[in-house]
């Protein structure tokens, strides 16, 4: 087996036709072995997909009720990753405002997804401690761009999408005592919400599932097996909004 040392000089660059960085490690004189001309080894950093295997990351996505949380922690724990709450990283002023029935703007948002951005891209370096266990995130990701923005950190992020209508996500968070997101929320969150069905890397589940189902299924997934994904809902169920509220989004 060919070794690099600790002389290993190491540079980025990108492969053409291809929007991810990649590590050229060339061999010195003291690494390389007697008799074999100087070559190079590359080590993708960024796209686990050139090495044939998804990336060690996962978002637990939907509106508020799904069930990210419980879903999220039994994914966890069936895969042996940490798990990150999304709400956690929120700016305290912007709990406040979800708390008071206020939704987010993309303003308010801007450095939360940052924050989130940057645990995801840990997952792409192997050398990380986050990474080398993998990341399974709870974020709401509501709307493509911001979708987009977490896979622009972590590109081959997955997705795993909890799906369920208006009427039972109101019903749970009405029924959720203690939490700082207010039920009157749940509406702008349904006029907020554009489906990742037809994305890469995105799983659909119907959230009324047991939680140890959906976790077990999200852990197959990631680990290439087959899942059946759940039946796309009504357009508009009973009670949700059928526009979009004027006032931003929430979380």
Not at 147 to 160: I, Q, V
Request: with cysteine; charged share 20%.
């Amino acid at each position: 087996m060919l070794r690099v040392n600790d002389r290993a000089r190491s540079t980025g660059a990108l492969l053409p036709g291809q929007g991810t960085t990649i590590h050229l490690i060339h061999l010195t004189e003291t690494t390389r072995p007697a008799g074999r001309k100087a070559s190079a080894i590359f080590m993708n950093s960024t796209d686990s997909a050139i090495q044939g295997k998804p990336l060690p990351a996962v978002v637990v996505m939907g509106v508020s009720g799904c069930g990210k949380s419980s879903v999220a922690d039994e994914a966890a724990a069936l895969l042996g990753w940490t798990l990150h709450e999304g709400d956690a990283y929120h700016s305290p002023e912007s709990v406040a405002k979800m708390r008071a029935g206020q939704p987010l703007t993309d303003e308010d948002r801007a450095g939360w997804l940052d924050r989130l951005a940057g645990l995801l891209a840990h997952a792409v370096h192997p050398g990380d401690a986050a990474g080398q266990g993998g990341i399974v995130l709870t974020c709401s990701a509501l709307r493509r761009r911001y979708r987009d923005h977490l896979r622009a950190a972590a590109p081959g992020l997955r997705f795993a999408f909890l799906e369920l209508d208006y009427d039972e996500a109101l019903a749970r968070v009405s029924h959720r005592p203690g939490h700082f997101f207010s039920p009157s929320l749940v509406a702008n969150q349904f006029a907020t919400l554009e489906s990742p069905r037809g994305e890469d890397g995105v799983l659909a589940l119907d959230a009324t599932r047991p939680i140890h189902d959906l976790g077990r299924a999200i852990e197959q997934w990631m680990h290439g097996g087959a899942v059946a994904e759940a039946a796309a809902p009504r357009p508009h169920a009973s009670g949700a909004p059928s526009a979009p509220a004027p006032s931003g989004d929430t979380a």
